[in-house]
């Protein structure tokens, strides 16, 4: 049986702010299907309608508690968060994304060790695909892949909020902390 697609889940959305701007939140029955950064809480919305119709905003105790949780997750990223995730996505994108969890909070990886990580040594531009297709913004951080010299390349989210995760994550895991 195929699983639904996200178009066709019943989402319920909820909305806050962070230090990396408006959040959203899409949850399913199964858990989180999207984690969305943006600067602008309406074109968020409008997004998440677009990615989950007929999805509904909620406000309720689980809401709160999910968008606490994923907040805790932008400002304490070195911390393991408590989230019940609904990964969807093609095996090779299921097989890109847990790869990425295993990145160390405070490291990073270029696009072509995460393919070679995953025994797809070739397959450099589709684990960038991969990357980019990322639903869930900070818990599957896609954050953490830079290009081969170094430098930062687009985020979905904005290289900004890419470059601040990457400060902030790195500022956690300090010996200072």
């Not at 709160?64 to 990223?77: E, K």
């Not at 408590?82 to 270029?110: E, N």
């Not at 060790?113 to 040594?121: D, K, M, Q, V």
Request: proline letters at 7%; a positive charge.
């Amino acid at each position: 049986m195929k699983p639904a697609s996200p178009a066709a889940m019943p989402a319920r959305l909820v909305m806050g702010q962070s230090a990396l701007g408006a959040v959203l939140v899409a949850m399913g029955d199964e858990g989180i299907v999207a984690i969305m950064l943006g600067d602008d809480p309406e074109s968020l919305h409008h997004a998440a309608l677009a990615s989950f119709p007929g999805a509904r905003p909620v406000h309720d105790r689980m809401a709160d508690h999910t968008l606490a949780a994923v907040l805790a997750c932008i400002d304490t990223p070195w911390r393991s968060p408590d989230l019940k995730l609904h990964i969807q996505g093609t095996p090779f994108q299921q097989q890109v994304w847990q790869a990425l969890r295993a990145i160390p909070c405070g490291s990073t990886m270029t696009y072509t060790e995460l393919a070679a990580r995953i025994g797809r040594p070739g397959a450099v531009r589709a684990v960038a695909g991969a990357c980019a297709a990322n639903r869930l913004a900070v818990v599957v951080p896609c954050h953490r892949v830079i290009r081969s010299d170094g430098s930062l390349s687009g985020y979905r989210w904005g290289v900004g909020r890419k470059q601040w995760l990457l400060e902030r994550e790195r500022a956690g895991m300090s010996p200072d902390r």
